[in-house]
């Protein structure tokens, strides 16, 4: 395995290689809700270019995996330096006001940039415009996961916002695909798997649409009775925009069911490392002790975490299966 763990500091313009200094090194994806965050140790006499605002960069195998900047600095009296770099996506972090009318997502997400100044990469055409997206006082990063959330609803399409080595980006999960199979002969280690629907599992959902002529809501509902005889009755509750006509209330309430009317089956697995998985990522698994991946199946993975030590490059991911 080779790869490069380099710091820049721009106000000494100078640039650093920490990657036979380096511990220990860990780089964590989420496909929602948080940045890319990697840290490492290292052992130095001084702070050199680890100061805050400096730039790290993670290349493995010529693989370009990680672009962000140092938020954190930590060193004991025996000069042991714990660093904490997230990527762009950290910037969203700060709470904003917005009023969308008519956008797509990455028009969205292209504003939100420029008002930020973040670097931007590809944003893909979700063929989806949203009719209106207004937050008030929100983080900007839970104003872009609304989007996708509503994208999602209403397209029955996944996508995935990512910073791609300093660009953030807009792909639908299928082009993240990676070649990689995780299984009983090819990088898997360990793994653990569950099945439930205590979490995230509903067969009755219920829409609630504003009605400012009666002050009162009208109500929509989609259920499904025969698992509401196998699990019980769990409810989906969610307020829509009250300029969604009956069609789209229609077409986002069988969405919803389709996506949460399930058993919610998740795997955790422990392999050797690969530079093509992330978060959002499309990847094989073929494990045969699990019935749905005796043959191979591809699942979306929702964290990656990867760790470099010791020369030895290795990941943990946690994906879900969506079955009935």
């Not at 001084?46 to 010529?62: D, K």
């Not at 299928?174 to 439930?196: N, P, R």
Request: proline content about 2%; some cysteine; glycine content about 8%.
């Amino acid at each position: 395995m080779g790869y490069s763990l380099t710091v820049f500091n721009a106000e000494t313009n100078s640039m650093s290689e920490y990657r036979d200094s380096a511990q220990s090194v860990t780089y964590t994806t989420n496909r929602t809700g948080s940045p890319g965050k990697l840290t490492f140790e290292c052992v130095a006499d001084s702070l050199g270019n680890l100061t805050e605002g400096a730039q790290v960069q993670l290349t493995v195998n010529g693989r370009q995996m990680f672009k962000g900047y140092i938020f954190t600095v930590q060193f004991t009296r025996w000069g042991v330096f714990s660093i904490t770099a997230y990527d762009q996506i950290r910037y969203l972090k700060a709470n904003a006001s917005y009023s969308f009318v008519g956008k797509s997502l990455g028009e969205i997400i292209q504003q939100i940039a420029a008002d930020f100044r973040l670097e931007v990469g590809t944003l893909d055409d979700t063929g989806y415009v949203i009719p209106t997206l207004t937050k008030e006082d929100k983080s900007c990063m839970d104003i872009i996961d609304y989007g996708l959330a509503i994208t999602q609803n209403n397209t029955g399409r996944t996508f995935v916002f990512y910073d791609d080595f300093g660009r953030l980006s807009l792909q639908e999960a299928i082009k993240l695909k990676s070649m990689d199979i995780i299984g009983d002969s090819s990088l898997l280690t360990e793994y653990t798997y569950k099945s439930d629907i205590d979490s995230g599992t509903y067969n009755r959902v219920k829409l609630a649409r504003p009605n400012k002529e009666t002050g009162k809501a009208d109500i929509y509902q989609f259920e499904d009775s025969a698992t509401q005889q196998k699990w019980g009755l769990l409810q989906y509750y969610k307020k829509v925009d009250e300029n969604l006509n009956e069609a789209q209330i229609e077409q986002q309430g069988n969405m919803l069911m389709a996506y949460y009317n399930r058993v919610l089956k998740t795997i955790n697995v422990d392999a050797m490392g690969s530079p093509d998985v992330r978060a959002g990522s499309v990847v094989c698994f073929r494990i045969s002790d699990i019935p749905e991946l005796k043959t191979g199946y591809f699942l979306l993975a929702d964290k990656v975490t990867h760790k470099f030590e010791n020369k030895v490059h290795t990941m943990s991911i946690e994906a879900r299966i969506l079955t009935i």
